[in-house]
């Protein structure tokens, strides 16, 4: 199978950029990394990139005078690396029709909550002062919204009462970790089909599991 060429942007630590890493290189994931980028300087995710010997590049949003102009360094860098799609790994920029358009419907983000619920920053802390008895994390399309694009996966987590923050934080990047891969994966074999704001998996075979309460059920 042809491996596709992934362009990672990140802003930070790149936990997930790690897992696509490992994915690759333990054979799950049919990708290749060309190239990472990064809008800030010496974050842990560059360091990562260089562990594994992937091309790194720094953009400085303040060396652009507008967001447009600095969007559009970003494609030339990836076209320059002949990238196929657009990873979004903790990239903390809203992106401009100039890097949408230049991939349209193939730049994936990740987001720590089952989206359309808790769209934007802070969302672990704002679904716990909430009281919601699930969270989780969504794998989807980047558009011109924020959070917003076509939903690709979604992992459930539960909260409990014992949880703060952090502790649910931490259980979901678990499976942002999971399941990024694994929508990246969808794509390179094919398998995914948009239909306005629904993604279709093909040859996808739904499993007969159980519900999940939070708390359990106890007599019902």
């Known amino acids: 199978m042809e491996k596709i060429n992934l362009g990672v942007l990140v802003s930070g630590g790149g936990s ?24 800030v300087p010496d974050v842990r995710a560059l360091e990562r990139a260089k562990n594994h010997h992937i091309p790194a590049v720094v953009i400085d949003p303040e060396n652009f005078r507008t967001r447009e102009e600095f969007d559009r360094e970003i494609v030339d860098v990836l076209k320059n690396h002949c990238v196929d799609l657009v990873i979004m790994a903790g990239f903390m920029r809203i992106l401009t029709p100039v890097l949408l358009k230049a991939f349209p419907m193939k730049i994936m983000n990740i ?29 989807h399309f980047a558009d011109e919204g924020v959070d917003t694009g076509p939903i690709i996966i979604q992992a459930v987590v539960p909260i409990y009462d014992d949880d703060t923050a952090d502790t649910l934080q931490k259980r979901i990047l678990k499976e942002e970790h999971r399941i990024y891969p694994q929508a990246i994966q969808f ?12 993604v279709h998996i093909k040859n996808y075979c739904t499993m007969e599991t159980p519900c999940m309460h939070n708390p359990p059920l106890e007599k019902f």
């Open 187 to 198: 794509y390179a074999e094919g398998r995914l089909e948009i239909d306005g704001r629904k």
């Open 111 to 139: 987001h720590p909550a089952l989206l359309p619920s808790f769209q934007g920053l802070h969302v672990q802390q704002r679904a716990f002062d909430y009281g919601v008895k699930f969270s989780g994390c969504t794998v």
């Open 16 to 39: 997930n950029l790690q897992s696509i890493i490992d994915s690759i290189e333990s054979g799950r994931l049919d990708a290749v990394i060309r190239v990472v980028i990064s809008n």
